[in-house]
């Protein structure tokens, strides 16, 4: 398995609070990316970081901020939880170059 | 229309069946086309990786795909109820970070 951790694997939380997510990896990889699943929607880009400090948005950045201060660690926030971001959230790594994408274990987030 | 199409099952099969798998695309420039097997509950884990058009087996799974008719496929010889999960296609274009998916299909193999 790739070595991909995130952080935490559950969570419910209130609307309007903000929340954020962690996504740790070992493999050094340069690209790392946010996703959603969500049914009937599959899965949909969020924000993506193509090193550190350079991150930019998905199809679904609306609501959501990212940050990437180490190789290993990025980090999704959502500003102020609204119960439409209740979904299961995935970090990958991978892209340009082996073009092959890994996935972390997910986190599930409910905002009630 | 979604760039990328697939059906979203459930697909039923006996143990022991070949089962195929399909996606449809309308961006001819994808290049990369991956399948991923996704357990309930779990993250997406990569099985297939292919470059531009041909075939790829690996195991028991064999992956095409026809660049010219936009098209992908995944075979799974002898299938087993293990085998029952969601998967996914995926795909790519040269030079950039943006990976489009399918929204999966359902696949059940009935011991």
């Known amino acids: 398995d790739a070595g991909i951790t995130q952080s935490p694997r559950h969570k419910v939380t209130e609307t309007g609070t903000p929340v954020t997510l962690r996504c740790h990896q070992t493999?050094?990889?340069?690209?790392m990316y946010w996703y959603r699943q969500d049914p009937g929607h599959g899965l949909r880009l969020i924000h993506y970081?193509?090193?550190?400090?350079?991150?930019d948005k998905g199809e679904v950045s609306d609501g959501y901020s990212v940050s990437r201060s180490k190789t290993e660690d990025f980090l999704l926030t959502l500003e102020s939880a609204t119960s439409s971001q209740t979904s299961v959230y995935f970090c990958?790594?991978?892209?340009?170059?082996?073009?092959?994408?890994?996935f972390g274990p997910g986190t599930r987030l409910t905002v009630t | 229309q979604k760039e990328v199409e697939q059906d979203p099952g459930p697909l039923s099969v006996p143990e022991g069946a070949i089962v195929s798998l399909n996606c449809t695309y309308s961006?001819?420039?994808?290049?990369?086309f991956m399948w991923y097997r996704q357990y309930s509950r779990k993250g997406p884990e990569l099985l297939m990786y292919?470059?531009?058009?041909g075939n790829k087996e690996d195991g028991r799974f064999t992956a095409q795909v026809d660049k010219s008719s936009k098209y992908i496929s995944l075979f799974i010889r002898d299938s087993q109820p293990s085998d029952s999960a969601t998967y996914l296609c995926?795909?790519?274009?040269?030079?950039?970070?943006?990976?489009?998916f399918g929204t999966g299909t359902r696949l059940k193999v009935l011991a």
């Open positions: 493999e050094n990889h340069r690209y």
């Open positions: 990958a790594i991978g892209g340009r170059g082996d073009n092959e994408q890994y």
């Open positions: 961006n001819s420039a994808f290049q990369y």
């Open positions: 970081s193509y090193g550190v400090k350079d991150t």
């Open positions: 292919t470059y531009s058009s």
């Open positions: 995926a795909m790519i274009s040269s030079g950039t970070y943006k990976y489009i």
